[in-house]
């Protein structure tokens, strides 16, 4: 995988992935797997599995086997009015960024 493609699957975290959701690149010549897991936990972490065989959680050990490639994209924060944007700046973003600001102005950052 080259840099532009990276960078294309990179911005593919902000579709709209579904279990199943076959993800290709350069206007689908390359393939790069299927999306096998879906992560969207309370605490606003949005990850995706993506496999080059389909396999759900519920997989057998057979059918993991025979996976050879795992990607793991992580959904960044958006600007976006959303219940996402809204979970993951209000329980992530600022309550990790006020310490932050606070310690910086005790010690003159």
């Given at each position: 995988m080259n840099d532009k493609e990276r960078v294309e699957l990179a911005r593919k975290e902000y579709d709209?992935?579904?279990l199943n959701s076959k993800i290709d690149l350069n206007g689908g010549k390359t393939t790069?797997?299927?999306?096998?897991?879906?992560?969207?936990?309370?605490?606003?972490?949005q990850s995706f599995v993506?496999?080059?065989?389909?396999?759900?959680a519920s997989s057998s050990i057979e059918?993991?086997?025979?996976v050879k490639e795992v990607t793991v994209i992580y959904?960044?924060?958006?600007?976006?009015?959303?219940?996402?944007?809204?979970?993951?700046?209000l329980l992530n973003d600022i309550p990790?960024?006020?310490?932050?600001?606070?310690?910086?102005?005790?010690v003159g950052i």
């Open positions: 709209d992935l579904q790069v797997g299927r999306v096998s897991q879906v992560n969207d936990k309370a605490t606003g972490e993506i496999t080059d065989k389909y396999c759900p059918q993991r086997n025979q959904r960044g924060s958006s600007f976006e009015l959303s219940s996402d944007a809204a979970k993951d700046w990790t960024g006020i310490p932050l600001v606070n310690t910086s102005m005790a």
